[in-house]
C-alpha cells in the first residue's frame, strides 16, 4: 500500500527531452498520459483538512506533456495548468489502540480459519471417499450401457450387410437382365430395317404387279408387330432404369447407414475400452452442455429399420420386374419370329404365282409372235394377189380403148363389149375385196404387234417382280437373326 506521504517524485515533475524519433515508455505513468493532459487546476476540496500546507509547495519547472501527446502541440507556457508536487515528509495514520485490536482481531481470524479447516479436511476426506465410489459406480454404468451400446450397433451392422449382400445380388441381377434386354431391342432394329426395305423395294413394282397383295399385308403386320414389341420393350426398358435408380437409392441408404454404424461402433468400441489410465484422455470444457444428438433409441432403431425395410420392398419389387422381362423377351421373339414365318410364306406363295403368270405370258407371247408371222406372209399374199390383178385390167381396159376407135356402125354393143366392160367391174371388185381384206390383215396385225408389246411388257413387269420378291426381298430376309438373339443373348 502505497502512503499518501511518499516522498516519491512526479515523473511529471522532471520531464526529459524527447530524442528525435520518440516511442513512449510503456508504463503506468506514461499511458495515463497518453493523448492527454488537465484542462483545470486540482479543487481546494481535494487536500485533506489535517494535512499542514506545507507538505504542499509549488513545481519548479511547470510540466508538460509534449514527449507524451500529439495534442499538445502549438499550446505556450502559459496556457500548460501546474501539478501539485509530491510531498517531502512522513506522517503516522494509527494509534496504538488501532494496533493492539487489529492484533487481536488477527488472532482470532487465525483461530477460526484453522477450526474451519479441521472440519473442512474431515469432510473433504468423507468427501473423496464418497465421490470415488459414486464415480466408480457411474463410470461402470456408462462402460456398461456402452458395451450394450456396441452391442446393439453390432446387430443391426450385421441386418445391414447381410441386406446389403442381397440388394447387391438384386441389383447386379437386374442389370443383367436390362443389358439383355437392351440388346433384344436393337437386334429388333435389323428385321425392321429388313420388313420397311422389302416395303421400299415392293413399291419399285410396275404396272399391274403393284398390287395390295398378301405379302405386303403380311409386311405391314410385321412392321406393326415389331413395332409394337419396341414399345413394349422400351417401357419395360424404362421400368428397369427407373428400378435400378430405386435399387441404387436404397443401396445407398443402407451403405450410409452401415458407414454410419460402423463409424460410430469404432467410437463407441474405444470409448467402451476407455479406463483412467488410458492415453489420448483430457478435459473438454463444456462438453457436457453441448446436446448434438438427433435420435432416440426408438428413432435410432426405427430409421436402420425402415431403410432394411425399403430395401427389401425395392428387391421385391426389382425381382418381380425381372420376371416380366424375361416373360416379354419370350412373348416378343415368338410373336417377331412367328410373323417372320408367314411372311416368307406369302413370299414364298406369290413368287410361285409370279413364276406362273411369267411361264404363262411367255407361252402367249410365242403363240403370238408365231401368229404375227403368219399374218405378215398373209399380208405380202394378199399384195401380191392385188398386183396380179394389175395385168388382166390393163389388158381389158386397152381393149375397151382399143375398141372406141371403131368407125361408125362398127362401134357394136356386141357380146365381146359386154365381156370387157363386166371383166372391168369384175376385176375392179376383186381387187377392192382383197385391199378390203388386206386392210384387215393389216389391222389384224397391229393388233397382234399390240399383244406382243402388252406381252412383254408384262412379262418384263413379271419379270422385275419376281426379281424384287425373290433376289431382293427374300435376299435379305436369310439374314434375320436368331431366337437366342431376340432374346437378349449374344
Same mark, same amino acid.
Not at 483461530?111 to 464415480?135: F, G, P
Not at 432394411?308 to 416378343?332: H, P
Not at 410373323?339 to 406362273?356: K, L, P
Given at each position: 500500500?502505497?502512503?499518501v506521504?511518499?516522498?516519491?517524485?512526479?515523473a511529471?515533475?522532471?520531464?526529459?527531452?524527447?530524442?528525435a524519433?520518440f516511442?513512449?515508455?510503456?508504463s503506468?505513468?506514461?499511458?495515463?498520459?497518453?493523448?492527454?493532459f488537465?484542462?483545470?487546476?486540482l479543487?481546494?476540496g481535494?487536500?485533506?483538512?489535517?494535512?499542514?500546507d506545507?507538505y504542499?509547495?509549488?513545481?519548479?519547472?511547470?510540466?508538460?506533456?509534449?514527449?507524451?501527446?500529439?495534442?499538445? $502541440?502549438?499550446?505556450t507556457?502559459?496556457?500548460?495548468l501546474?501539478?501539485?508536487?509530491?510531498?517531502?515528509?512522513?506522517?503516522t495514520?494509527?494509534t496504538?489502540d488501532d494496533w493492539?485490536?487489529?492484533?487481536?482481531?488477527n488472532y482470532?481470524?487465525?483461530?477460526?480459519?484453522r477450526?474451519?479447516?479441521?472440519?473442512?479436511?474431515?469432510d473433504?476426506s468423507?468427501?473423496?471417499?464418497?465421490?470415488?465410489q459414486?464415480?466408480? =459406480?457411474?463410470?461402470?454404468?456408462?462402460?456398461?450401457?456402452?458395451g450394450?451400446?456396441?452391442?446393439?450397433?453390432?446387430?443391426?451392422?450385421?441386418?445391414?450387410?447381410?441386406?446389403l449382400?442381397k440388394?447387391?445380388?438384386?441389383?447386379?441381377?437386374?442389370?443383367?437382365?436390362?443389358?439383355?434386354?437392351?440388346?433384344?431391342?436393337?437386334?429388333?432394329?435389323?428385321?425392321l430395317?429388313?420388313a420397311?426395305?422389302c416395303?421400299?423395294?415392293?413399291?419399285k413394282?410396275?404396272?399391274?404387279d403393284?398390287?395390295?397383295?398378301?405379302?405386303?399385308k403380311q409386311?405391314?403386320t410385321?412392321?406393326?408387330v415389331?413395332r409394337s414389341? $419396341?414399345?413394349?420393350?422400351?417401357?419395360?426398358?424404362?421400368?428397369a432404369?427407373?428400378?435400378?435408380?430405386s435399387n441404387?437409392?436404397a443401396?445407398?441408404?443402407?451403405?450410409?447407414?452401415?458407414?454410419?454404424?460402423?463409424a460410430?461402433?469404432?467410437?463407441?468400441d474405444k470409448?467402451?475400452?476407455?479406463?483412467?489410465t488410458?492415453?489420448?484422455?483430457s478435459y473438454?470444457?463444456?462438453?457436457?452442455?453441448v446436446?448434438?444428438?438427433i435420435?432416440?433409441p426408438?428413432?435410432?432403431?426405427?430409421?436402420?429399420?425402415?431403410?432394411?425395410?425399403?430395401?427389401?420392398?425395392?428387391?421385391?419389387?426389382?425381382?418381380?420386374?425381372?420376371?416380366?422381362i424375361?416373360?416379354?423377351l419370350?412373348?416378343?421373339?415368338?410373336?417377331?419370329?412367328?410373323?417372320?414365318?408367314?411372311?416368307?410364306?406369302?413370299f414364298?406363295?406369290?413368287?410361285?404365282?409370279?413364276?406362273?403368270?411369267?411361264? =404363262?405370258?411367255?407361252?402367249?407371247l410365242?403363240?403370238?409372235l408365231q401368229?404375227?408371222f403368219?399374218?405378215?406372209m398373209n399380208?405380202e399374199?394378199?399384195r401380191?394377189?392385188?398386183?396380179?390383178?394389175?395385168?388382166?385390167?390393163k389388158?381389158?381396159?386397152?381393149?375397151?380403148?382399143?375398141?372406141?376407135?371403131?368407125p361408125?356402125?362398127?362401134?357394136?354393143?356386141d357380146s365381146?363389149?359386154?365381156?370387157?366392160v363386166n371383166?372391168?367391174?369384175?376385176i375392179d371388185?376383186?381387187?377392192q375385196s382383197l385391199? $378390203?381384206?388386206?386392210?384387215?390383215?393389216?389391222?389384224?396385225?397391229q393388233?397382234l404387234?399390240?399383244?406382243k408389246?402388252?406381252l412383254?411388257h408384262d412379262?418384263?413387269?413379271k419379270?422385275?417382280?419376281l426379281?424384287?420378291?425373290?433376289?431382293?426381298?427374300?435376299g435379305?430376309? =436369310?439374314t434375320?437373326?436368331?431366337?437366342?438373339?431376340l432374346?437378349?443373348?449374344?
Amino acid at each position: 500500500m502505497e502512503l499518501v506521504g511518499s516522498t516519491l517524485t512526479a515523473a511529471c515533475a522532471h520531464p526529459r527531452s524527447a530524442p528525435a524519433n520518440f516511442l513512449p515508455a510503456i508504463s503506468a505513468m506514461a499511458s495515463s498520459y497518453k493523448n492527454r493532459f488537465p484542462h483545470y487546476a486540482l479543487p481546494q476540496g481535494l487536500r485533506l483538512p489535517w494535512r499542514p500546507d506545507a507538505y504542499y509547495k509549488t513545481a519548479s519547472i511547470t510540466p508538460t506533456l509534449a514527449p507524451y501527446s500529439k495534442s499538445s $502541440q502549438g499550446l505556450t507556457p502559459s496556457k500548460m495548468l501546474p501539478f501539485v508536487s509530491n510531498r517531502t515528509t512522513l506522517f503516522t495514520r494509527y494509534t496504538p489502540d488501532d494496533w493492539y485490536r487489529s492484533n487481536l482481531t488477527n488472532y482470532k481470524e487465525s483461530e477460526t480459519s484453522r477450526h474451519s479447516a479441521e472440519r473442512l479436511r474431515v469432510d473433504t476426506s468423507w468427501m473423496i471417499q464418497n465421490k470415488y465410489q459414486q464415480t466408480k =459406480k457411474t463410470q461402470a454404468e456408462s462402460t456398461k450401457n456402452l458395451g450394450e451400446r456396441v452391442n446393439d450397433i453390432e446387430f443391426w451392422k450385421s441386418e445391414l450387410r447381410h441386406e446389403l449382400d442381397k440388394m447387391t445380388g438384386e441389383t447386379n441381377a437386374l442389370t443383367d437382365t436390362k443389358k439383355r434386354l437392351e440388346r433384344a431391342l436393337a437386334e429388333t432394329e435389323g428385321p425392321l430395317q429388313v420388313a420397311q426395305e422389302c416395303l421400299l423395294h415392293r413399291e419399285k413394282r410396275m404396272g399391274i404387279d403393284l398390287v395390295h397383295d398378301d405379302v405386303e399385308k403380311q409386311l405391314l403386320t410385321e412392321v406393326d408387330v415389331i413395332r409394337s414389341c $419396341q414399345e413394349r420393350m422400351q417401357r419395360y426398358l424404362d421400368k428397369a432404369i427407373a428400378q435400378l435408380a430405386s435399387n441404387r437409392a436404397a443401396q445407398h441408404e443402407l451403405e450410409k447407414d452401415l458407414a454410419d454404424k460402423q463409424a460410430a461402433h469404432r467410437i463407441d468400441d474405444k470409448c467402451h475400452h476407455l479406463r483412467n489410465t488410458s492415453d489420448g484422455i483430457s478435459y473438454y470444457r463444456g462438453v457436457e452442455r453441448v446436446d448434438a444428438t438427433i435420435s432416440v433409441p426408438e428413432s435410432w432403431a426405427k430409421f436402420t429399420d425402415d431403410n432394411i425395410l425399403r430395401s427389401q420392398s425395392e428387391r421385391a419389387a426389382s425381382s418381380k420386374l425381372r420376371g416380366d422381362i424375361e416373360n416379354l423377351l419370350v412373348v416378343t421373339a415368338n410373336e417377331i419370329w412367328n410373323q417372320f414365318n408367314r411372311v416368307n410364306v406369302a413370299f414364298t406363295n406369290r413368287i410361285a404365282e409370279t413364276a406362273d403368270a411369267k411361264n =404363262k405370258i411367255q407361252t402367249h407371247l410365242a403363240k403370238t409372235l408365231q401368229e404375227i408371222f403368219q399374218t405378215e406372209m398373209n399380208i405380202e399374199a394378199i399384195r401380191k394377189a392385188i398386183r396380179d390383178k394389175g395385168p388382166p385390167l390393163k389388158v381389158a381396159h386397152t381393149r375397151l380403148d382399143e375398141r372406141t376407135r371403131r368407125p361408125n356402125v362398127e362401134l357394136c354393143r356386141d357380146s365381146a363389149q359386154i365381156r370387157l366392160v363386166n371383166e372391168v367391174h369384175e376385176i375392179d371388185d376383186m381387187i377392192q375385196s382383197l385391199q $378390203q381384206r388386206l386392210r384387215d390383215a393389216e389391222d389384224t396385225l397391229q393388233m397382234l404387234v399390240h399383244t406382243k408389246s402388252t406381252l412383254e411388257h408384262d412379262l418384263a413387269v413379271k419379270a422385275n417382280s419376281l426379281f424384287i420378291d425373290q433376289e431382293k426381298c427374300m435376299g435379305m430376309r =436369310k439374314t434375320f437373326p436368331n431366337a437366342l438373339r431376340l432374346v437378349g443373348y449374344a
